[in-house]
T-cell receptor, first 112, second 114 residues
Framework: DQQVKQNSPSLSVQEGRISILNCDYTNSMFDYFLWYKKYPAEGPTFLISISSIKDKNEDGRFTVFLNKSAKHLSLHIVPSQPGDSAVYFCAASALNTDKLIFGTGTRLQVFP | DARVTQTPRHKVTEMGQEVTMRCQPILGHNTVFWYRQTMMQGLELLAYFRNRAPLDDSGMPKDRFSAEMPDATLATLKIQPSEPRDSAVYFC????????????FGSGTRLTVV
């Protein structure tokens, strides 16, 4: 049972445009959400996070939006750069646990 | 620059052999995770420890997988006997809490069972 879902396995975006990566979750106990970025042959690295008490968190070119009623979050990258090409994982945790449950990932390709 | 160190980086083994993967978490981190990356499941949680005590290993096939933390500087994941379906990249991660910056991952062990 996949509690965190990333339904788009891949996304291709032109440099300078917006990239929008989506994530859905099923467990209503999740209250903290993170995005990780992964390059080939490396481990995932933390990108940005959001608590369930917020609906938006911004860090430079990266913004995460949370819609609790829809159990949906999205990562916006503006403007997209070729160096953003990587696999992006959405992850979630519940208040009473430190477990991070990950989605299946979305491969983003930013082309010139 | 603190990092999680995993060894070996690559392992090729024959079906039926024992495989041991090692992880050195970042000093001071009290929570350690083992994840497996597959195409279909993404990053699957296999097991995790807090203060060296196992908290959850429900993601592991119990009959062949085992995870331990002999001390605070070493976590191990063993597969015995290994099977071709175990071929994947195995990641170790450590941290203090899921909040804030989450956990720091190692570079992974790519396991191939032939």
């Amino acid at each position: 049972d996949q509690q965190v879902k990333q339904n788009s396995p891949s996304l291709s975006v032109q440099e300078g445009r917006i990239s929008i990566l989506n994530c859905d979750y099923t467990n209503s106990m999740f209250d903290y959400f993170l995005w990780y970025k992964k390059y080939p042959a490396e481990g995932p690295t933390f990108l940005i996070s959001i608590s369930s008490i917020k609906d938006k968190n911004e860090d430079g070119r990266f913004t995460v939006f949370l819609n609790k009623s829809a159990k949906h979050l999205s990562l916006h990258i503006v403007p997209s750069q070729p160096g953003d090409s990587a696999v992006y994982f959405c992850a979630a945790s519940a208040l009473n646990t430190d477990k991070l449950i990950f989605g299946t990932g979305t491969r983003l390709q930013v082309f010139p | 620059d603190a990092r999680v160190t995993q060894t070996p980086r690559h392992k090729v083994t024959e079906m039926g052999q024992e495989v041991t993967m090692r992880c050195q978490p970042i000093l001071g981190h009290n929570t350690v995770f083992w994840y497996r990356q597959t195409m279909m499941q993404g990053l699957e949680l296999l097991a995790y420890f807090r203060n060296r005590a196992p908290l959850d290993d429900s993601g592991m096939p119990k009959d062949r997988f085992s995870a331990e933390m002999p001390d605070a500087t070493l976590a191990t994941l063993k597969i015995q006997p290994s099977e071709p379906r175990d071929s994947a990249v195995y990641f170790c991660a450590s941290g203090l809490t899921a909040q804030g910056y989450g956990y720091t991952f190692g570079s992974g062990t790519r396991l191939t069972v032939v």
